[in-house]
């Protein structure tokens, strides 16, 4: 397996940071990292046209940074609410992805990439969800999540125990049915005879 090094000229998550030289596969750096812009080669040239930009990124840097941080000052207040179908075992038709979660921060006015969202797997169920997004390299907040069924549906969970309460007082008035039914017949029992 051929490696390579390369110079990165942005931030590239689980490699390493802009302005770093890095060791990687050929492969992936002819295929990934070189077309999309995110590395050049680590030559001599290179190295020192970075290293007379490195007083520009640097400022770049901390602007990104600064910014990032009144964002997150900002999205920290916000707090995400979901409606979905859900299914007779809880389970939503749907699904709450990374895509729902940007345009849900985009509709209350913020702008975040649906990348930045670090969403694991889609939510699949009603509850309460914590979901990370990564404003800066450095900087990452937690937003809050719920997901609702509609009409107020539960889950499987909340819903056998809400059947449970259901089915007590259920229980109970067939009881004073029955001792009623029992107490009509004695007493017609009693004017017959």
Known sequence: MSQTKVLLREDVDNLGARGEIVRVKAGYARNYLLPRKLAVQATAGNVKQIEAERGALMKREARERGTAEQQAELVRKVRLDFTRKVGEHGVLYGSVTSMDITEALREQGYEIDRRR?????????????????????????????TVTGEGGATTAGDASAAATSAEAPATAATGATEETDAAESAATTEDNQ
């Open 117 to 145: 969202v670090q969403l694991r797997e889609p939510i699949k169920e009603t509850g309460e969800f914590t979901v990370n997004v990564k404003l800066h390299r450095d900087i990452i907040i937690e937003v809050p999540v």
